[in-house]
Structure formats: structure tokens, C-alpha cells
């Protein structure tokens, strides 16, 4: 089975800095995901990663460590608009391309 | 370019009921996702399609529940007599078959069952 944990909810003010971490435990790797998902509305991509580094996209960052499970998500120069829940996913075996395991969600709530 | 939508937005019936949700992927995707979400939790995986074939079904799609996809463009989902565990917020998503494979939703349908 697979096991993918992040906190609950974080807040924090606006043009501050957030970090969302996620930790997986699964049956092979083949990249993890992030989705922003505001309150009634459809999750949207935000990153990618496969490979153990730092993904950069503007005001989000996300970062994995294959060997340690772990990735977590920047939020720099927070705005209203960043509150919202977000998903951290996991693509385990290859023979499961359409199948990812999302964690809860982390709600941030940004104050102003 | 219209993403992927789902009809209807919200279905209210009573237990017993069937029925049956609409997905239209991106146009130029091939695979097809039914996901679901409840309240406080990431979406759950129900079932996926590669054109018109289904390739997986996860064991929490019970008997009650059947997706097709018959042209290998818009999809369904029924569920035959609705219980009160199956209010959800039920979930399609489309990609092109691709490496990182990312996953466009629609906004979903929430089925509420009384």
C-alpha cells in the first residue's frame, strides 16, 4: 500500500513564505505532484518532480528526495488568492500510469 | 480549448436511486480519470481509461458502479442504487499520454444522497 502524510493546515500572512511538506511511502516511484484545490473548484497542477532536486516556477517551488520520501512545497511572496488546499500525489508502480494517491490536503489560510 | 467538464455539477436523490454522471475530457487527451473526493480528504481513485479501453479499476468500485467510455471521447459514470456512503464529490480528469502525465479535472459533480 502506499502512505502519503502532510499537516493539516497552515497559516501564515501575505507576502510571507510558506512550506507545505509531504512524506510517501510506496511501492516504487515514478513522480510526485502537486495541486492547488480553492474551496469548491477543480484540483490544478502546480509541479513535478521525478528526480531528486529543486523544481523552480515562479512564486512556487518543489523540491523531492526520493531517498528520503520527502518533498515539500515553497510558497514565496504569499497572496490572498494562495489560500486554498494543497495536494500533494504520488505515481507509484509504472504499470499504474493513470493511478496517483493523494494525501488530505493542506489548507493555507493567508492572513492579511 | 475548454477543459474538461463535468455535467451535472450537483445531483441530489434518494437512496435506492441510480444515477449517472457525464465527463467530457480535453479533446486531444486519450486517457480518462474518474476520481473521488469527500470532505477534508485529496481525491481517490477510481478508474481510469486509455481511449475506450477501461485498463484499471480500483477495488473500492463496487459492483454498483460501471464507467464507460464507448467512442473513446466523453465518459460515464453510473452508480445503481445510491447509498448515503456514496455522497461524494466525483471527479474526471483527463491527460495526454506523455512522461509527467499531469492530470487536468474538471470541477466535478457532488452527489448528494438523502
Given at each position: 500500500?502506499?502512505?502519503?502524510?502532510?499537516?493539516?493546515?497552515?497559516?501564515?500572512?501575505?507576502?510571507?513564505?510558506?512550506?507545505?511538506?509531504c512524506?510517501?511511502?510506496?511501492?516504487?516511484f515514478?513522480?510526485?505532484?502537486?495541486?492547488?484545490?480553492?474551496?469548491?473548484?477543480?484540483?490544478?497542477?502546480?509541479?513535478?518532480?521525478?528526480?531528486?532536486?529543486?523544481?523552480?516556477?515562479?512564486r512556487?517551488?518543489?523540491?523531492?528526495?526520493?531517498?528520503?520520501?520527502?518533498?515539500?512545497?515553497?510558497?514565496?511572496?504569499?497572496q490572498?488568492?494562495?489560500?486554498?488546499?494543497?495536494?500533494?500525489?504520488?505515481?507509484?508502480?509504472?504499470?499504474?500510469?493513470?493511478?496517483?494517491?493523494?494525501?488530505?490536503?493542506?489548507?493555507?489560510?493567508?492572513?492579511? | 480549448?475548454?477543459?474538461?467538464?463535468?455535467?451535472?455539477?450537483?445531483?441530489?436523490?434518494?437512496r435506492?436511486?441510480?444515477?449517472?454522471?457525464?465527463?467530457?475530457?480535453?479533446?486531444?487527451?486519450?486517457?480518462?480519470?474518474?476520481?473521488?473526493?469527500?470532505?477534508?480528504?485529496?481525491?481517490?481513485?477510481?478508474?481510469?481509461?486509455?481511449?475506450?479501453?477501461?485498463?484499471?479499476?480500483?477495488?473500492?468500485?463496487s459492483?454498483?458502479?460501471?464507467?464507460?467510455?464507448?467512442?473513446?471521447?466523453?465518459?460515464?459514470?453510473?452508480?445503481?442504487?445510491?447509498?448515503?456512503?456514496?455522497?461524494?464529490?466525483?471527479?474526471?480528469?483527463?491527460?495526454?499520454?506523455?512522461?509527467?502525465?499531469?492530470?487536468?479535472?474538471?470541477?466535478?459533480?457532488?452527489?448528494?444522497?438523502?
Open positions: 500500500g502506499q502512505n502519503i502524510d502532510q499537516p493539516t493546515e497552515m497559516t501564515a500572512t501575505e507576502g510571507a513564505i510558506v512550506q507545505i511538506n512524506t510517501y511511502q510506496t511501492s516504487g515514478n513522480g510526485l505532484f502537486w495541486y492547488q484545490q480553492h474551496a469548491g473548484e477543480a484540483p490544478t497542477f502546480l509541479s513535478y518532480n521525478v528526480l531528486d532536486g529543486l523544481e523552480e516556477k515562479g512556487f517551488s518543489s523540491f523531492l528526495s526520493r531517498s528520503k520520501g520527502y518533498s515539500y512545497l515553497l510558497l514565496k511572496e504569499l490572498m488568492k494562495d489560500s486554498a488546499s494543497y495536494l500533494c500525489a504520488v505515481r507509484g508502480r509504472t504499470d499504474s500510469w493513470g493511478k496517483l494517491q493523494f494525501g488530505a490536503g493542506t489548507q493555507v489560510v493567508v492572513t492579511p | 480549448d475548454t477543459g474538461v467538464s463535468q455535467d451535472p455539477r450537483h445531483k441530489i436523490t434518494k435506492g436511486q441510480n444515477v449517472t454522471f457525464r465527463c467530457d475530457p480535453i479533446s486531444e487527451h486519450n486517457r480518462l480519470y474518474w476520481y473521488r473526493q469527500t470532505l477534508g480528504q485529496g481525491p481517490e481513485f477510481l478508474t481510469y481509461f486509455q481511449n475506450e479501453a477501461q485498463l484499471e479499476k480500483s477495488r473500492l468500485l459492483d454498483r458502479f460501471s464507467a464507460e467510455r464507448p467512442k473513446g471521447s466523453f465518459s460515464t459514470l453510473e452508480i445503481q442504487r445510491t447509498e448515503q456512503g456514496d455522497s461524494a464529490m466525483y471527479l474526471c480528469a483527463s491527460s495526454f499520454e506523455s512522461g509527467n502525465e499531469k492530470l487536468f479535472f474538471g470541477s466535478g459533480t457532488q452527489l448528494s444522497v438523502l
